[in-house]
C-alpha cells in the first residue's frame, strides 16, 4: 500500500485555522466595511433590501451634513447632527484628560508597589482590582449623588473622575510588573550619577516601560472614550455631551437616517483607530508582557 509523501499532503489543521480566522475576521470587519460604506450612500440605497454593499452612487453630503446640517437633517436627527462635533471634542478632551491622569497618578503607586516593602500591599493590590468587578451599574446612583453636590454635572470633571476609577487599577497591576522587571542596578546606577527619583524614574522606569505605559493610556482612552452609562447620567447638555451618548439620538420617534447614523459611526471609530494604529506595536508588547507576568 502507498503513502503519500509528507510534503504532498494536505495540511487539514492549517486550512481549519485559516478558515476560523477568516470567519471572526469576517465577524469583526463586516459590521464596520457596512456602516463605511453605508456613509457613502443615500437614504433609499442604504435601506434597500438586499442591501446594497457597495455605494453606486457615493457621495460625502452625510459628512457635510455634520458641518451644516439642513433643518429636516436636525429634526430627523434629534438635533444630534450639530451636537456631534461639540460631542467628539468632548470625548477627545475627556479621554485625553483621563489617560494622562491615569499614568500621573498609577505611575508612583506602581513605582511603590513593585519596589517598597510595606504591611498590607498584597491586600491592596486585591482590592484595586475587587473594586474594578464592581459592575458600573451599582455604583452609578452613588456617583450621581457625590457629583451633585459637589456641583460637577454637566461638566467634564464629573465624567474623568468616573473613568479614573475604571481604569486604575488596571493600570497600577501593568505598571508594577513593568517595574518590578527594572533590575535595581539600573536604578543604583542611576543614583550613583546624581540622580533623585524623578530622575530615576525618567531615565531609567519609563523607558524600559514604555509599551506598557503606552498600553495601559490607550487602554484608558478607550474606556473613557466609549463608555455610555455615566455619561448618559451625568450629561444633558452639549457643553458635556460624549460622543455614544449623541449617537443614541440619531433614532427618534419620528425616523430614523440610517446613513447619518453610519456617518456618525465612522466619525467616532476614527480617532481610537487612528491611535491603535499609530501605537500598534507599543501596544502588542505591552499586553504580550503583562499577560506573563504576576
Not at 486585591?126 to 451633585?148: E, K, Q, W
Amino acid at each position: 500500500m502507498s503513502t503519500v509523501p509528507l510534503r504532498h499532503r494536505i495540511p487539514i489543521k492549517k486550512i481549519v485555522v485559516y478558515v476560523v480566522a477568516l470567519f471572526f475576521a469576517a465577524w469583526l470587519l463586516l459590521p464596520f466595511y457596512r456602516i463605511v460604506t453605508m456613509s457613502f450612500m443615500h437614504e433609499p440605497d442604504a435601506i434597500q433590501v438586499p442591501p446594497q454593499w457597495f455605494p453606486t452612487d457615493p457621495t460625502f453630503g452625510n459628512y457635510r451634513s455634520f458641518a451644516s446640517p439642513d433643518e429636516a437633517q436636525v429634526l430627523v436627527g434629534g438635533r444630534a447632527v450639530q451636537e456631534t462635533p461639540y460631542a467628539l471634542r468632548n470625548s477627545a478632551i475627556i479621554a485625553i484628560s483621563t489617560a494622562l491622569l491615569n499614568l500621573i497618578i498609577a505611575v508612583p503607586a506602581a513605582y511603590a508597589f513593585s519596589r517598597l516593602k510595606f504591611r498590607g500591599s498584597k491586600v491592596l493590590l486585591v482590592g484595586y482590582l475587587v473594586t474594578r468587578m464592581v459592575p458600573s451599574i451599582a455604583i452609578i446612583i452613588p456617583f450621581y449623588l457625590m457629583m451633585r453636590s459637589f456641583g460637577l454635572l454637566n461638566t467634564y470633571g464629573a465624567l474623568i473622575l468616573s473613568y479614573l476609577t475604571f481604569s486604575l487599577p488596571v493600570t497600577i497591576w501593568v505598571l508594577k510588573d513593568f517595574f518590578r522587571a527594572v533590575p535595581r542596578e539600573l536604578e543604583d546606577a542611576a543614583r550613583v550619577d546624581r540622580c533623585g527619583w524623578f530622575g530615576a524614574m525618567w531615565q531609567v522606569f519609563l523607558p524600559v516601560a514604555a509599551p506598557g505605559l503606552v498600553a495601559a493610556a490607550v487602554f484608558s482612552f478607550m474606556t473613557a472614550w466609549s463608555e455610555f452609562m455615566f455619561a448618559l447620567f451625568m450629561t444633558s447638555t452639549k457643553a458635556a455631551k460624549t460622543m455614544p451618548v449623541v449617537a443614541a439620538n440619531f433614532a427618534t420617534d419620528l425616523n430614523t437616517d440610517f446613513t447619518l447614523m453610519a456617518t456618525a459611526g465612522v466619525l467616532a471609530v476614527v480617532p481610537p483607530l487612528v491611535l491603535v494604529l499609530i501605537f500598534q506595536r507599543l501596544i502588542v508588547q505591552g499586553m504580550a508582557a503583562g499577560s506573563v507576568k504576576g
